[in-house]
T-cell receptor
């Protein structure tokens, strides 16, 4: 399973943008980049995913480096409700299991 | 928005007892999963299930574990003889009609084995 590296923790103030980085230097050409988050005492929640191009949805944006060895999850305006552990996960095209790492714990301050 | 639900929310059992954890997936979803999270640790994949068969399982999913979808709606995880180390949050997830689609997780069942 391809490995991802994320900072253990990050901090942000409310209403500021947040950029959560993920390194995945061993990514293969058929690996999808998924982001999930886990709010306190809840199950993981899908945020966004992409393959090569940048992606936007109502929750966030995903910026993927041209060589695909890294990606950044962008929360455009952090809210207190965005405080969670964010997981960057590589999923191979031929499997649907998600392999979670330790993720980045995001703290948001008022 | 449709949700995955799980029952019970909490379960306490004695070591060696059997437990059944239940999940009601989103109605038109065809792919089902169980994950677990031991307190303070990572979320771990246990098993994936499609078309009434296990499609993939992890090393954790040994002979003590089984899954089934007995009535076409509920998706269950059975642990035959619980051990202390089975204490964890167990999350059910469901995905749509194609492999690799977004997985929607339930709120989890907290299992405590004494």
């Amino acid at each position: 399973d391809a490995k991802t590296t994320q900072p253990n923790s990050m901090e942000s103030n409310e209403e500021e943008p947040v950029h959560l980085p993920c390194n995945h230097s061993t990514i293969s050409g058929t690996d999808y980049i998924h982001w999930y988050r886990q709010l306190p005492s809840q199950g993981p929640e899908y945020v966004i995913h992409g393959l090569t191009s940048n992606v936007n949805n109502r929750m966030a944006s995903l910026a993927i480096a041209e060589d695909r060895k890294s990606s950044t999850l962008i929360l455009h305006r952090a809210t207190l409700r965005d405080a969670a552990v964010y997981y960057c996960i590589l999923r191979s095209y031929n499997t649907d299991k998600l392999i979670f790492g330790t993720g980045t714990r995001l703290q948001v301050f008022p | 928005e449709p949700e995955v639900t799980q029952t019970p929310s909490h379960q306490v059992t004695q070591m060696g007892q059997e437990v059944i954890l239940r999940c009601v997936p989103i109605s038109n979803h065809l792919y089902f999963y169980w994950y677990r999270q031991i307190l303070g640790q990572k979320v771990e994949f246990l098993v994936s299930f499609y078309n009434n068969e296990i499609s993939e399982k992890s090393e954790i999913f040994d002979d003590q574990f089984s899954v089934e979808r007995p009535d076409g709606s509920n998706f269950t995880l059975k642990i035959r003889s619980t051990k202390l180390e089975d204490s964890a949050m167990y999350f059910c997830a469901a995905a749509g009609v194609r492999v690799g689609e977004t997985q929607y997780f339930g709120p989890g069942t907290r299992l405590l084995v004494l």
